[in-house]
């Protein structure tokens, strides 16, 4: 069974890696040492991941007990790694205090919760290159439900491939940071390959116009 598991997830890595290509983007993963938590491709343009993709099992999304680590978001989750690989391409990464009094929240793509299997996996997702300014709503209530909606597929499924993408842009800004317009979150039975759940979370409601008023009347 093990070497079965062994297999499909190396199938599915190479089926569904996303290439990390574009101009001012970076390749990265985390680990605990043991096992390679999540990856990602960072936006060094607009300073937050491109994508994030990790495997959720369901004994993680189905773990409890392990308290939500009390933690700053660092630079150096991955052994520092990407902040080097940044440096001699001339980019940086931001810092925990550059959220500060934004009114934007600190939003998780691989959240906290689905790493919940013991402490330290879950301190690891505390990390500056994994998360964009949300606002809170989105963040505590609509994203949310999207994260607890992938973790019942994941004790549904036993093993799904998550893979959050951010390429859609406001002309809002935190700092340097460039807020999102747009969170878009595709989930994938691992056995199969199947795309299994798919939402695209707008920040932004769209406006409409006094003159677009008048011409729709």
């Given amino acids: 069974m093990a070497k079965k598991i062994c297999l499909i997830l190396l199938f599915f890595h190479f089926t569904f890696a996303f290439a990390c290509d574009l101009p001012g983007h970076f390749d990265f993963e985390v680990?605990?040492?043991?096992?390679?938590?999540?990856?990602?491709?960072?936006?060094?343009?607009?300073?937050?991941?491109?994508?994030?993709?990790?495997?959720?099992?369901?004994?993680?999304?189905?773990?409890t007990g392990t308290r939500r680590p009390s933690a700053r978001f660092t630079q150096n989750r991955d052994g520092g790694a990407l902040r080097?690989?940044?440096?001699?391409?001339?980019?940086?990464?931001?810092?925990?205090?550059?959220?500060?009094?934004?009114?934007?929240?600190?939003?998780?793509?691989?959240?906290?919760?689905?790493?919940?299997?013991?402490?330290?996996?879950?301190?690891?997702?505390?990390?500056?290159?994994?998360i964009w300014?949300?606002?809170?709503d989105v963040n505590r209530i609509q994203w949310l439900e999207t994260e607890n909606e992938t973790r019942r597929l994941a004790s549904q499924y036993s093993f799904v491939m998550v893979v959050i993408i951010v390429d859609e842009f406001s002309e809002e800004k935190v700092g340097d940071i460039q807020v999102p317009s747009c969170f878009k979150r595709r989930v994938y039975d691992l056995y199969s390959g199947e795309l299994i759940y798919e939402i695209d979370v707008y920040q932004f409601e769209e406006t409409v116009s006094t003159d677009d008023v008048d011409l729709l009347n």
């Fill in 84 to 130: 080097d690989l940044l440096a001699e391409n001339g980019y940086s990464l931001p810092r925990h205090r550059d959220y500060t009094n934004s009114g934007y929240d600190r939003g998780h793509m691989a959240p906290n919760a689905d790493f919940n299997d013991t402490y330290g996996n879950a301190l690891m997702t505390f990390f500056i290159a994994n």
């Fill in 31 to 63: 680990s605990n040492g043991e096992e390679k938590l999540y990856s990602g491709c960072y936006d060094a343009v607009n300073l937050g991941p491109h994508i994030i993709e990790y495997i959720l099992t369901k004994e993680r999304a189905e773990a």
């Fill in 133 to 136: 300014p949300q606002t809170p």
